[in-house]
């Protein structure tokens, strides 16, 4: 099928999918059957509650609400949003792991997928074994499985295993050769959830690489779904964002990024850090950071160069001795970008709040906004670090450009990174 003179790969009309919470069909039988006849008569459900545009509607969840879209061949589209937003509801769909509820999902071509570790393999059977499964799946004679076969055990590095049955294999392992698989056998389409993550980081870099490949030199399809920011930018000219079972962005790659982590990074002033800040709570409440504020701004906005006036509280049960701070920095698409570390130790006597202001120096810090996890530790006899207490993130801020820069240089975040490093000095020829 095609759409402007381009060849529709995937194509989702008003899909949605429900869920039931704690229960199995409608409660009673008497239900169940209205809703079965309701549902093969074209009509509505009966039992289905008024409010089914909401998401969380009585005992059912609209894990996704009325999705439309068109993937064209070709495509590197990447899926990003928070946890619960759909992107693997929506991978199973097109997957045919589950069925949608209501609307219509058309699909031209094979589909090879990777939704988690061990999808489409049997743990008794070997890897070359099941190879052979999943290419006579996708319809390929055993002639073109012993063409590839070669190619895919060499890509999945488990070429001394590949004889042994799956179930032995580790994690890392599986992911390598089911990825190799997805990525070698005849599909039009491939579908990769994070499973990715699982591999080693030289692996992830020959996978990015090889779906790049297939993309724009072989012309197949991949949706790719993605918490690392870095990587939907190495691969996809496309990426839509879900937030609670919609699309609410569907365009370029950076605007998506910076529509997803725009969400998460809001800025604010004053932060009281919940138990939801706290998720590494291994300091038994005996040290916990309390609350932090920004000093003298009205919002958390600065010029390059300018200083970050910070105030923050720390609740002690007992006496802690030379406690330091760590301030590990993400950009807004969640790249690391450096960490910076208190110039000397506090104490905190036993049973006390404690404030502590500090100042940051943005003089290198691009355009942009930018997240800071807050960490409190000391070092122990021997030199070890000993974790006290982590709000994650402990506050957001945004750089802007100073109004005084002349240098007229837009910065290229993508290639360039986060930090503008010192300017190189020309040396006059003596």
């Not at 890897?127 to 076969?149: F, H, P, Q, S, V």
């Not at 055990?153 to 890392?172: A, Q």
């Not at 996890?373 to 750089?399: C, M």
């Amino acid at each position: 099928m095609s759409e402007n003179n381009r060849q529709i790969a995937i194509k989702l009309s008003g899909v949605k999918k429900m869920y039931k919470l704690g229960q199995i069909g409608g409660g009673t039988l008497q239900g169940d059957l209205q809703s079965w006849w309701a549902r093969i008569r074209g009509k509505e459900d009966p039992n289905t509650k008024i409010g089914q545009n909401q998401r969380l509607v009585g005992q059912t969840f609209m894990a996704l609400n009325g999705i439309d879209l068109t993937v064209y061949q070709g495509e590197a589209l990447g899926i990003i949003g928070a946890n619960g937003a759909g992107k693997s509801t929506m991978l199973k769909l097109l997957s045919k792991v589950t069925a949608p509820t209501d609307g219509e999902i058309d699909i031209y071509g094979r589909v090879a997928s990777m939704l988690e570790v061990g999808t489409g393999f049997n743990g008794e059977m070997t890897g070359r074994e099941n190879i052979y499964m999943n290419g006579a799946i996708l319809g390929m004679t055993k002639a073109e499985i012993d063409a590839k076969m070669e190619d895919i055990i060499e890509f999945s590095e488990v070429r001394e295993f590949i004889d042994t049955p799956v179930k032995r294999y580790s994690s890392g392992m599986y992911v390598k050769l089911a990825f190799s698989v997805a990525a070698h056998l005849d599909s039009e389409i491939m579908i990769m959830d994070e499973v990715l993550a699982v591999g080693d980081m030289a692996f992830q870099k020959k996978c990015l690489t090889k779906m790049r490949e297939v993309a724009s030199k072989e012309g197949r399809t991949v949706l790719y779904v993605s918490h690392n920011m870095n990587t939907i930018r190495q691969l996809c000219d496309r990426c839509i964002v879900l937030d609670k079972g919609k699309i609410i962005f569907d365009g370029d790659v950076e605007k998506a990024i910076s529509r997803y982590t725009g969400e998460i990074n809001q800025l604010c002033t004053h932060y009281e850090y919940t138990a939801n800040y706290h998720k590494d709570r291994r300091s038994s409440d005996r040290f916990v950071i309390k609350e932090l504020t920004f000093l003298s701004v009205s919002q958390p906005k600065y010029a390059v160069g300018e200083k970050i006036v910070i105030s923050f509280s720390c609740c002690v049960l007992r006496a802690f001795l030379d406690v330091k701070f760590r301030f590990e920095t993400k950009y807004e698409d969640g790249t690391i970008v450096g960490t910076m570390v208190t110039n000397k130790s506090e104490d905190f006597p036993a049973n006390t709040t404690k404030s502590i202001s500090i100042s940051i120096d943005t003089t290198y810090l691009t355009t942009g906004i930018f997240s800071v996890d807050l960490i409190a530790f000391q070092y122990d006899n021997f030199g070890n670090e000993s974790y006290l207490d982590g709000v994650y993130p402990g506050f957001s801020f945004e750089i802007i450009e100073d109004a005084n820069n002349t240098s007229n240089l837009v910065w290229n975040h993508r290639y360039w990174g986060h930090i503008h490093l010192p300017d190189v000095v020309i040396v006059e020829d003596s």
